[in-house]
């Protein structure tokens, strides 16, 4: 199961932290995603993360702005989002990725960027 | 950057008969393990998205038998052998062969 948290409203040039609780399989063992859902639109990657070291991809819109990190210590993932556009106002879910997909995926949370 | 393109985008379907749809990729997606990394899923009203289909025609713990994914290289087709009342919804294809991970456009099943 994965449990997001951290969304709100923010302003334009804002920060915000997300966070991702996970449990049921051991967290460790998996690369973990973040995807998100603008109003009304469809689905686009955000960043993807490696088992045990904070090093993570992203699509080029974020990159810079946005830092995917981990602590399997606490079977967390995060999304810190600085320098938020308006154009980063959407649902976002954790997801956990496996053998070239996401197979498990979280209820979102969501991110309204407005002044 | 690989582009996924569906289609349709709307698919208005009676219970109890077939629906297809259609998904291409820019360029193939054959693993070097000779899978194709092309997943389906699907997103219900109000809920988040859930894998269907993952590696081109693999179905996920759960996913009933009426759903299916074929194709190869750069087209692949979800087939639905007969449509049910909670199979509505948008569905999408993914591609995670190469970064970034990319999704179709979404195709929109509704019951006629």
């Known amino acids: 199961q994965l449990v997001e948290s951290g969304g709100g409203s923010v302003q334009p040039g804002g920060s915000l932290r997300l966070s991702c609780a996970a449990s049921g399989f051991i967290f460790s063992n998996y690369w973990m995603g973040w995807v998100r859902q603008a109003p009304g639109k469809g689905l686009e990657w955000v960043a993807n993360i490696k088992l045990g070291v904070n090093d993570g991809y992203y699509v080029d819109s974020v990159k810079g702005r946005f830092t995917i990190s981990r602590d399997n210590g ?41 002044s | 950057d690989i582009l996924m393109t569906q289609s349709p985008l709307s698919l208005p379907v009676t219970p109890g008969e077939p629906a297809s749809i259609s998904c291409s990729s820019s360029q193939s997606l054959l693993r070097s393990d000779g899978h194709n ?76």
Do not use: H
């Open chain 2, 37 to 112: 990394n092309l997943n389906w899923y699907l997103q219900k009203p109000g809920q988040s998205p859930q894998l269907l289909i993952f590696l081109l025609s693999n179905r996920a713990s759960g996913v009933p038998a009426r759903f299916s994914g074929s194709g190869s290289g750069s087209n692949f087709t979800l087939k639905i052998s007969r449509v049910e009342a909670e199979d509505v919804g948008v569905y999408y294809c993914m591609q995670a062969l190469q970064s970034p991970i990319t999704f179709g456009q979404g195709t929109r099943l509704e019951i006629k």
């Open chain 1, 74 to 114: 606490k079977n967390s993932l995060y999304l810190q989002m600085s320098g938020l556009r308006a154009e980063d106002t959407a649902i976002y879910y954790c997801a956990r990725a496996y053998s070239g997909t996401f197979d498990i995926w979280g209820q979102g949370t969501m991110v309204t960027v407005s």
